[in-house]
Protein backbone atom coordinates (compact mmCIF):
# COMPACT_ATOMS: atom_id res chain seq x y z
CA UNK A 1 0.00 0.00 0.00
CA UNK A 2 1.67 3.56 -1.10
CA UNK A 3 1.53 5.92 1.69
CA UNK A 4 -0.50 8.77 -0.68
CA UNK A 5 -2.90 6.16 -1.56
CA UNK A 6 -3.65 5.26 1.75
CA UNK A 7 -3.60 8.83 2.96
CA UNK A 8 -6.54 9.74 0.21
CA UNK A 9 -8.57 6.67 0.97
CA UNK A 10 -8.35 7.59 4.71
CA UNK A 11 -9.08 11.34 3.85
CA UNK A 12 -12.68 9.76 1.98
CA UNK A 13 -13.42 7.20 4.94
CA UNK A 14 -13.58 9.58 7.09
CA UNK A 15 -15.55 12.05 4.82
CA UNK A 16 -17.87 9.01 4.12
CA UNK A 17 -18.80 8.21 8.06
CA UNK A 18 -19.29 12.07 8.37
CA UNK A 19 -22.03 12.16 5.67
CA UNK A 20 -23.34 9.09 7.42
CA UNK A 21 -23.63 10.52 10.87
CA UNK A 22 -26.11 12.69 9.19
CA UNK A 23 -28.20 10.51 7.02
CA UNK A 24 -27.17 7.44 8.42
CA UNK A 25 -29.61 6.71 11.66
CA UNK A 26 -32.67 7.64 9.13
CA UNK A 27 -31.32 5.00 6.76
CA UNK A 28 -31.19 2.36 9.50
CA UNK A 29 -34.55 2.99 11.11
CA UNK A 30 -36.40 2.19 7.14
CA UNK A 31 -33.68 -0.62 7.02
CA UNK A 32 -35.07 -1.95 10.32
CA UNK A 33 -38.99 -1.24 9.80
CA UNK A 34 -38.34 -3.65 6.76
CA UNK A 35 -36.67 -6.17 8.37
CA UNK A 36 -39.71 -5.89 11.27
CA UNK A 37 -42.02 -7.16 8.37
CA UNK A 38 -40.21 -10.09 7.89
CA UNK A 39 -41.45 -11.10 11.68
CA UNK A 40 -41.74 -14.77 11.80
CA UNK A 41 -44.62 -16.82 13.62
CA UNK A 42 -42.01 -17.67 16.58
CA UNK A 43 -41.80 -13.64 17.57
CA UNK A 44 -45.48 -13.53 17.07
CA UNK A 45 -46.03 -15.68 19.59
CA UNK A 46 -43.37 -14.34 22.37
CA UNK A 47 -44.59 -11.18 22.00
CA UNK A 48 -48.01 -12.45 22.78
CA UNK A 49 -46.91 -14.22 25.99
CA UNK A 50 -45.14 -11.43 27.42
CA UNK A 51 -48.03 -9.75 27.13
CA UNK A 52 -49.80 -11.80 29.30
CA UNK A 53 -47.33 -12.12 31.76
CA UNK A 54 -48.14 -8.43 31.91
CA UNK A 55 -51.25 -8.51 32.90
CA UNK A 56 -50.77 -10.21 36.49
CA UNK A 57 -48.46 -6.98 37.60
CA UNK A 58 -50.77 -4.38 39.49
CA UNK A 59 -48.50 -1.62 37.95
CA UNK A 60 -47.43 -0.82 34.23
CA UNK A 61 -44.84 2.46 33.13
CA UNK A 62 -46.93 4.10 30.90
CA UNK A 63 -45.21 3.68 27.28
CA UNK A 64 -42.57 5.88 25.65
CA UNK A 65 -42.99 7.89 22.82
CA UNK A 66 -42.06 6.35 19.81
CA UNK A 67 -40.19 9.74 18.27
CA UNK A 68 -38.54 10.24 21.86
CA UNK A 69 -37.83 6.57 22.20
CA UNK A 70 -35.91 6.91 18.33
CA UNK A 71 -34.22 9.85 19.05
CA UNK A 72 -32.92 8.87 22.44
CA UNK A 73 -31.45 5.92 20.15
CA UNK A 74 -30.10 8.22 17.97
CA UNK A 75 -28.21 10.47 20.36
CA UNK A 76 -27.41 8.31 23.14
CA UNK A 77 -25.84 4.53 21.12
CA UNK A 78 -26.06 5.74 17.06
CA UNK A 79 -24.23 9.20 16.99
CA UNK A 80 -21.71 8.37 20.03
CA UNK A 81 -20.61 4.87 17.98
CA UNK A 82 -20.00 6.91 14.98
CA UNK A 83 -18.15 9.88 16.75
CA UNK A 84 -16.08 7.85 18.60
CA UNK A 85 -14.91 5.71 14.88
CA UNK A 86 -14.37 9.05 13.12
CA UNK A 87 -12.17 10.44 16.25
CA UNK A 88 -10.31 6.60 16.32
CA UNK A 89 -9.35 7.06 12.66
CA UNK A 90 -8.46 10.55 13.48
CA UNK A 91 -6.14 10.31 16.30
CA UNK A 92 -4.39 6.65 14.91
CA UNK A 93 -3.74 7.55 11.41
CA UNK A 94 -3.02 11.39 12.43
CA UNK A 95 1.10 10.46 11.83
CA UNK A 96 0.59 9.02 8.31
CA UNK A 97 -1.12 12.67 7.78
CA UNK A 98 1.76 14.14 9.12
CA UNK A 99 4.54 12.40 6.83
CA UNK A 100 2.09 12.69 3.46
CA UNK A 101 2.20 16.24 4.08
CA UNK A 102 6.17 16.12 4.25
CA UNK A 103 6.60 14.16 0.98
CA UNK A 104 3.57 16.02 -0.34
CA UNK A 105 5.98 18.10 -2.51
CA UNK A 106 6.34 15.35 -4.81
CA UNK A 107 2.44 15.00 -5.62
CA UNK A 108 1.56 18.24 -5.70
CA UNK A 109 4.34 20.41 -6.95
CA UNK A 110 2.25 21.63 -10.14
CA UNK A 111 0.07 23.65 -7.71
CA UNK A 112 3.08 25.57 -5.92
CA UNK A 113 4.93 28.17 -6.98
CA UNK A 114 8.71 29.07 -6.69
CA UNK A 115 9.37 29.96 -3.45
CA UNK A 116 7.01 27.62 -2.17
CA UNK A 117 8.15 24.76 -4.23
CA UNK A 118 11.80 25.78 -2.75
CA UNK A 119 10.82 26.05 0.96
CA UNK A 120 9.02 22.47 0.48
CA UNK A 121 12.27 20.78 -0.82
CA UNK A 122 14.12 22.14 2.19
CA UNK A 123 12.08 20.85 4.82
CA UNK A 124 12.24 17.24 2.94
CA UNK A 125 15.37 17.45 2.59
CA UNK A 126 15.77 18.36 6.76
CA UNK A 127 13.48 15.27 6.85
CA UNK A 128 15.61 12.93 5.40
CA UNK A 129 18.42 14.34 6.61
CA UNK A 130 20.84 12.58 9.73
CA UNK A 131 23.44 15.08 11.35
CA UNK A 132 26.05 16.06 8.45
CA UNK A 133 24.83 13.70 5.88
CA UNK A 134 21.43 13.68 4.10
CA UNK A 135 19.59 11.46 1.02
CA UNK A 136 18.75 14.32 -1.23
CA UNK A 137 19.62 17.90 -1.35
CA UNK A 138 17.19 20.70 -1.46
CA UNK A 139 17.74 22.97 -4.23
CA UNK A 140 18.97 20.54 -6.58
CA UNK A 141 15.47 18.78 -5.80
CA UNK A 142 13.94 21.71 -6.63
CA UNK A 143 15.60 22.91 -9.51
CA UNK A 144 15.30 18.92 -11.13
CA UNK A 145 11.08 19.36 -10.47
CA UNK A 146 11.33 22.54 -12.10
CA UNK A 147 12.31 21.13 -15.59
CA UNK A 148 10.66 17.73 -15.10
CA UNK A 149 9.27 16.94 -18.93
CA UNK A 150 5.86 16.57 -19.50
CA UNK A 151 4.20 14.06 -17.61
CA UNK A 152 1.30 11.59 -19.16
CA UNK A 153 -1.45 12.85 -16.77
CA UNK A 154 -1.85 15.95 -13.91
CA UNK A 155 -2.54 13.23 -11.22
CA UNK A 156 -0.36 10.81 -10.55
CA UNK A 157 0.83 8.86 -7.40
CA UNK A 158 4.56 8.47 -6.20
CA UNK A 159 5.00 4.96 -7.40
CA UNK A 160 3.34 6.15 -10.77
CA UNK A 161 5.91 8.58 -11.46
CA UNK A 162 8.53 6.68 -10.26
CA UNK A 163 7.94 4.07 -13.14
CA UNK A 164 7.78 7.33 -15.31
CA UNK A 165 11.11 8.33 -14.21
CA UNK A 166 12.72 4.51 -14.50
CA UNK A 167 10.83 4.06 -18.06
CA UNK A 168 12.53 6.79 -19.44
CA UNK A 169 15.93 6.28 -18.09
CA UNK A 170 15.77 9.53 -16.29
CA UNK A 171 17.15 8.30 -12.82
CA UNK A 172 20.75 10.17 -14.06
CA UNK A 173 18.83 13.35 -14.85
CA UNK A 174 16.68 13.66 -11.28
CA UNK A 175 18.96 11.47 -9.01
CA UNK A 176 17.54 13.43 -6.18
CA UNK A 177 13.61 13.22 -7.08
CA UNK A 178 14.40 9.41 -7.99
CA UNK A 179 15.56 9.09 -4.16
CA UNK A 180 12.80 11.04 -2.78
CA UNK A 181 10.43 8.91 -4.77
CA UNK A 182 12.01 5.32 -3.95
CA UNK A 183 11.78 6.46 0.02
CA UNK A 184 8.10 8.03 -0.56
CA UNK A 185 7.37 4.67 -2.12
CA UNK A 186 8.82 1.88 0.53
CA UNK A 187 7.55 3.67 3.73
CA UNK A 188 5.20 1.34 5.71
CA UNK A 189 1.79 2.44 5.80
CA UNK A 190 0.79 -0.35 8.20
CA UNK A 191 3.25 -2.41 11.13
CA UNK A 192 1.62 -5.69 9.14
CA UNK A 193 4.98 -5.61 6.58
CA UNK A 194 6.77 -5.32 9.41
CA UNK A 195 5.18 -8.16 11.32
CA UNK A 196 5.45 -10.26 8.62
CA UNK A 197 9.09 -9.24 7.79
CA UNK A 198 9.96 -10.83 11.69
CA UNK A 199 7.64 -13.89 11.31
CA UNK A 200 9.91 -14.39 8.13
CA UNK A 201 13.21 -13.58 9.73
CA UNK A 202 12.44 -16.43 12.34
CA UNK A 203 11.81 -19.05 9.76
CA UNK A 204 15.64 -17.50 7.99
CA UNK A 205 17.63 -17.15 11.06
CA UNK A 206 17.07 -20.08 13.08
CA UNK A 207 18.94 -21.26 15.97
CA UNK A 208 21.31 -23.18 13.61
CA UNK A 209 22.37 -20.38 11.88
CA UNK A 210 22.66 -18.12 15.11
CA UNK A 211 26.10 -16.93 13.94
CA UNK A 212 25.22 -15.84 10.46
CA UNK A 213 26.26 -12.30 9.23
CA UNK A 214 24.29 -9.64 8.30
CA UNK A 215 24.87 -9.55 4.71
CA UNK A 216 23.87 -13.05 4.33
CA UNK A 217 20.93 -12.67 6.51
CA UNK A 218 19.92 -9.95 3.88
CA UNK A 219 20.93 -12.12 1.03
CA UNK A 220 18.41 -15.07 2.43
CA UNK A 221 15.78 -12.61 3.29
CA UNK A 222 15.55 -11.08 0.08
CA UNK A 223 15.27 -14.18 -2.03
CA UNK A 224 12.93 -15.35 1.05
CA UNK A 225 10.30 -12.35 -0.05
CA UNK A 226 11.12 -12.32 -3.72
CA UNK A 227 10.70 -15.96 -4.01
CA UNK A 228 8.41 -15.73 -7.59
CA UNK A 229 11.96 -14.20 -8.61
CA UNK A 230 14.01 -16.82 -7.10
CA UNK A 231 12.59 -19.55 -8.41
CA UNK A 232 13.33 -18.15 -11.89
CA UNK A 233 17.12 -18.11 -11.13
CA UNK A 234 19.85 -20.91 -12.19
CA UNK A 235 21.27 -21.82 -8.96
CA UNK A 236 23.47 -23.70 -11.00
CA UNK A 237 25.45 -20.70 -12.41
CA UNK A 238 25.07 -18.75 -9.32
CA UNK A 239 26.96 -21.50 -7.35
CA UNK A 240 29.42 -21.66 -10.39
CA UNK A 241 30.21 -18.26 -10.37
CA UNK A 242 30.12 -18.15 -6.51
CA UNK A 243 32.89 -20.98 -6.40
CA UNK A 244 35.09 -19.33 -8.95
CA UNK A 245 35.38 -16.11 -6.99
CA UNK A 246 36.27 -17.95 -3.86
CA UNK A 247 38.76 -20.56 -5.85
CA UNK A 248 42.36 -20.76 -4.27
CA UNK A 249 43.72 -21.17 -7.49
CA UNK A 250 44.03 -18.32 -9.74
CA UNK A 251 44.04 -18.14 -13.85
CA UNK A 252 46.72 -15.42 -14.87
Not at 1 to 27: C, E, H, I, P, W
Not at 143 to 171: D, G, R, V, W, Y
Not at 232 to 238: N, T, W
Amino acid sequence: MQLDVAVDLLTKANMSLTSYRDTGFAAAQATAKDMCEEINVEAVLKEKRMRSTKKHFAYEAPDEPIADAMKRLETTFFNVVVDTTIESLKDRFETLGEVRARFGVLLNFKKLDGVELCNQCDKLCSTLSTGDGGDIDGKELALEITNLPSLPTCEMTALELLAFIHKKNLNELYPNLSIALRIACTLPVTVASAERSFSKLKLIKTYLRSCMGQDRLTGLAIISINHEIGKQLSYDDIIDDFASKKARKQKF
